[in-house]
């Protein structure tokens, strides 16, 4: 064993420690945080964009409700820190057999994150059709590591199979340890940050987007379905004792309640309905939501997905505005990178199809592709729904057209919007996009505004105060 390969596995591994933490944070910024605006050198273009796909679903694996998501950067963060910790090992006094054994097995992780890797590089080019450039950094650190570690053994493949099959329990036991404790401080770390800004209390967390489709809707946007989406809450609540199930109404009661509380102290902003935006419900109706939301964020797909849910069950009561409000460069002055490169064009394609009077099958079919959206797949898209492929190239070319989008988003600042979803009801913006709260204040307002609450849709489980 060499020391220069020892040094140069140090190496190696700060690079894809560096690499990992980079990643972890942009994704914790990009799910949770995306009205933060920062800079990332591979943002160059629709298919050299980091930030498309760590914020991709791919980016991270869902550890079910209540954690957040785990970016896969982080079991990265573990793995580059055991081979530095096997790199100063190797420089160390211990016996040559010993260091050997520690090699074979590093090797060995080297071999499965290799794998990985491919998996991902072909995630990259076939399903989100763009590249990461810092995400094939790490893939390049990994194979340095494995390749480092098999040299450094020395003892061929023959050799390192031979210290696989007798390990030093002591040593695997401890690189373990190691690996795991770092990656579960690192997990920690990142959840610890979700719960500060309220992640968890967004319905959505990314990776967690294979909800079930769409029923399908009609021109006007009014779903066909049976429109209880809302009750799968109530689904998990049936798997409870009675105890844990009063437990866990009463705290959404008391949030409720908190939430209501704050939301009758908002400032109450007048707005309109523009003639452009796409709208569903009653246009009499008693209550306005006004909705801003850029189709390449998670939480607005999550949103997208509710939303139909609580309109139609309301549908009679309230009168819904979708607004565009894209995070990115070609339509958005004001974002200092293109943080959703295809976020612009999907706007611009929903203007067209509210021309065409598919504004909400546009809208849902451009949220179900989130993650692979391409102009190519737009235009899939427009065809789907009914529209010319020819019109609608050139629709989206439109000055109007256009004109719209940056119309929306100059709304949008002008009351406050910073980040996406942000929802307005009857002119108050809501401290929380959680569908129990939008619907709570759906049924505040309509209360407030004279409806008699027998008229109201059923609260089964009596969250709502009345």
């Known amino acids: 064993m060499q020391k220069p390969l020892a040094i140069g596995l140090i190496v190696v591994s700060i690079i894809g420690l560096y690499l990992g933490v980079n ?9 949770h945080q995306p009205e933060v605006d920062f800079d990332s050198v591979c943002d160059q273009s629709e298919t050299l964009n980091c ?23 982080i079991p990265a963060i573990g793995f580059f820190a055991l081979s530095g910790c096997v790199a100063l090992f190797l420089l160390g006094g211990a016996a040559v057999e010993r260091k050997k054994k520690a090699l074979a097995a590093l090797v060995l992780l080297a071999d499965f994150g290799v794998a990985f890797g491919l998996y991902l590089i072909y995630i990259q080019a076939f399903k989100v059709k763009a590249w990461c450039l810092f995400c094939l950094g790490v893939d390049a650190s990994t194979l340095g590591v494995g390749l480092l570690a098999f040299f ?30 770092i990656t579960g401080g690192a997990y920690g770390n990142y959840n610890g940050k979700v719960r500060a800004v309220g992640g968890l209390d967004k319905e959505t967390l990314a990776g967690n987007e294979d909800k079930p489709t769409r029923a399908k809707t009609d021109d006007h946007g009014h779903s066909e379905g049976d429109g209880h989406n809302h009750d799968e809450a109530s689904k998990a609540l049936a798997d409870m004792s009675p105890e ?13 309640k908190e939430f209501l509380t704050a939301h009758a102290q908002q400032e109450r902003k007048e707005l309109t309905i523009n003639s452009y935006d796409g709208t569903k419900g009653n246009p009499n109706a008693r209550v306005t939501i006004i909705e801003w939301a850029d189709f390449e964020c998670p939480h607005c797909k999550q949103a997208a997905f509710y939303m139909q849910d609580i309109v139609q069950r309301y549908y009679d009561h309230v009168y819904m505005a979708f607004r565009n409000y894209p995070l990115g460069k070609p339509c958005n002055t004001e974002v200092s990178r293109n943080m959703h490169p295809m976020s612009c064009e999907a706007a611009w394609g929903t203007q067209c199809a509210r021309r065409e009077g598919v504004f909400f099958d546009f809208h849902n079919q451009a949220f179900d592709a989130q993650g692979s959206l391409s102009s190519r797949r737009l235009e899939k898209i427009a065809v789907a729904v009914g529209m010319d492929k020819g019109w609608y190239q050139e629709c989206i070319n439109r000055n109007d057209i256009r004109n719209e989008v940056v119309d929306q988003l100059q709304q949008g600042r002008d009351v406050g919007v910073r980040g996406t ?14 569908p129990l709260a939008v619907e709570a204040a759906i049924r505040y307002e309509l209360i407030e505004a004279g409806l008699d609450p027998a008229q109201l849709p059923p609260d089964n489980e009596d969250l709502f105060p009345n």
């Open 23 to 31: 990643l972890t944070e942009k994704h914790f910024l990009l799910i």
């Open 421 to 434: 979803p942000t929802f307005f009801v009857n002119g108050r913006e809501l401290l929380s996009i959680h």
């Open 152 to 181: 450094a053994h020395g003892g061929g493949i023959k050799g390192v199979i031979d210290d696989l099959k007798a390990p030093d329990m002591g040593l695997a036991a401890m690189g373990l340890v190691v690996m795991l404790a």
């Open 51 to 73: 930030s498309k796909v760590n914020s991709s679903k791919y980016s991270s694996f869902d550890l079910g409700e209540g954690r957040a998501e785990l970016p896969i950067a």
């Open 244 to 256: 844990e199930k009063e437990a866990a109404l009463a705290e959404s009661r008391t949030a409720i």
